[in-house]
């Protein structure tokens, strides 16, 4: 199974144990992040107008010291699946989207055909940090994330992409379920249970394996019995379970 990801840290973020949660689930997963710091919708498309090689290539979540542009991504391997998303902080703003996202759906399926398109729903903020105070639209966690997740609906439409997969909620379920820490700056994905958790989601998505007695360790940060309890009920609670 061949990945690519169009986007930035939050796409960083979940595939960094991605490939080898995978790998020791008997899965072959390649899992490719084109990566821009911070890099918005509209950025991506300025880019792939320009054919800017200005990504970073990461592969199975490692650098390569190479740089790429979007079509030599796209050209590179025969994708299953490719991923767009918003940038966090324009996450929220259904109008951010259009009509970027609109003309990167239809270059990504004029290079790759067969590939399916899909939305990383992106996550929000940490509930009561500086990050979300300076959003200023933003009383809490649960009100960034309800204008996220409509944001991303209306865009999965607007490309009719191949489906979402259910990152944000699975972080804010996590979130509320009383782990101590699920971010680690009050945006990104804390480097042990954070990342875990949409590891696990992504490859839930990708696979429609049970993840239930998931036993995965291979953490940059520890993760604590608890922590993985709580992280793999979030992640099956995101998809309805």
Known sequence: ???????????????RYLHRLALKEGVQMKCVN????????????????DDCAAYAFEFNSEGTGLKVSIRQALVSDNWDYITLQQASYDSVTP????????????????YC???????HQTWAYEDASTKLAKLERFA?????FAAAEDAYNKAAALISADGIIPAGKAMITAAHAGIE????????????????LLAL???????????????????????T?????IVIAAVNSAFGG
């Open 1 to 15: 199974m061949r990945i690519l990801s169009i986007g930035n840290s939050f796409s960083q973020d979940a595939q």
């Open 34 to 49: 084109l990566y821009i710091g911070g890099c918005p919708l509209r950025t991506h498309y300025l880019n792939m107008l």
């Open 95 to 110: 109008s951010s989207y259009t009509p970027y996202i609109e003309e990167l759906a239809a270059y990504v399926r004029k």
């Open 113 to 119: 055909p067969k590939a399916k398109l899909l939305i």
């Open 140 to 144: 809490t966690d649960t009100e960034m």
């Open 181 to 196: 820490k699920i971010h680690r700056d009050g945006l990104h994905a804390s480097l042990g249970a954070g990342r875990y």
């Open 201 to 223: 989601c992504w490859f839930k998505y990708l696979t429609g394996r049970d993840i239930t007695e998931n036993t995965f360790d291979e953490f940059d940060v520890p993760v």
């Open 225 to 229: 019995e608890e922590e993985r309890k």
